[in-house]
């Protein structure tokens, strides 16, 4: 597989090579740090004459503060973008159907593992890169993601255009019960504890306790689909520190306070940019769930079991033709 990513990239025109580390770049940049601009630059303009601006946009954030939460505002211009292709063509990325999805049902599906940016599910579901739409027509993908940034001014305007949704319970059940039919609601079940065990080779999941998402799927009828992002933890070079050290208890203070974990990463080059890996998302078949407003711990742990049963059958029945060998293990924890 090595080589044919390697014969693919030696065929690109250096344009093309230019525009697809231009958008990469410009992802990266975006997850790090536009949060981080749009809070700085509604400050500055505080303090000048364009007072007003940020004022009545605060004014306006407010009367607007549940919007991301009862449906949001995505636009298919900004999914889009022919900037995705070039993100999807940089690995590259590419989703994979194995079972159809039925667009008179809702589906909660959950994506692993989390890398270090979530990278695959962000392309395969937030956009139209890699063809979500052509693949299961009638079925509406929604990625949610950290609350957090729903509440930083300009971001979240940003983020609910790219079809992002809050990982919250008004939100999913807005999604799953108020927003229709044919609806996929993508949450990345490993969250912030996942991406600190994001290393190259490895393939470990954390989800053993993680139960909610099958309450949710059971009060609503909501079948469950697992899914798996082959390369995702290739993409990035993590420091990671050792249990006790410094470093891992500064991470365990800002998970604690904010939502998600800082990685300490490296890429190929330019520092932040990621390996040319191939990321290959594969989206398995559902399990039937049945509605339950008010489910049982019987029932949770048991679809429970069911669904951690057919994650680790996706992964071992694709990992060959997915560049893994028969060596490579599934590890739940």
Known sequence: MTGKVEGMKQKKTKWKDFLENISVLQWILTFLLLGLACIGLMVYLMFTSLWPLPTLYFIWQLKDWHTPERGGRRTAFVRNWKMWKHVRDYFPMKLVKTAELNPNKNYILGCHPHGVMSMGAF????????????????VRSCLCILGGIFKVPLYREYAMATGCYPVSRPSL??????????????????????????????????????????????????????????????????VIFTEDSVGWRLQQLFKKLMGFAPCLFVGECWFWMPYHCPVTTVV????????RPSPTQEEVDHYHGLYMEALSKLFHGHKASCGLSDSHELRII
């Open 123 to 138: 392309t395969s579901f937030s956009t139209e890169a890699c063809g979500f739409m052509d693949l299961f027509p009638g």
């Open 284 to 291: 398995g078949s559902p399990i039937p769930v049945p509605k």
């Open 173 to 238: 059940e807005h999604l799953l019960s108020k927003s229709g039919k044919g609806n996929a609601v993508v949450i990345v079940i490993g969250g912030a504890a996942e991406s600190l065990l994001s290393l190259p080779g490895v393939n470990t999941v954390y989800m053993k306790q993680r139960k909610g998402f099958v309450r949710v799927a059971l009060e609503f009828g909501a079948d469950l689909v697992p899914v798996y992002s082959y390369g995702e933890n290739n993409i990035f070079r993590q």
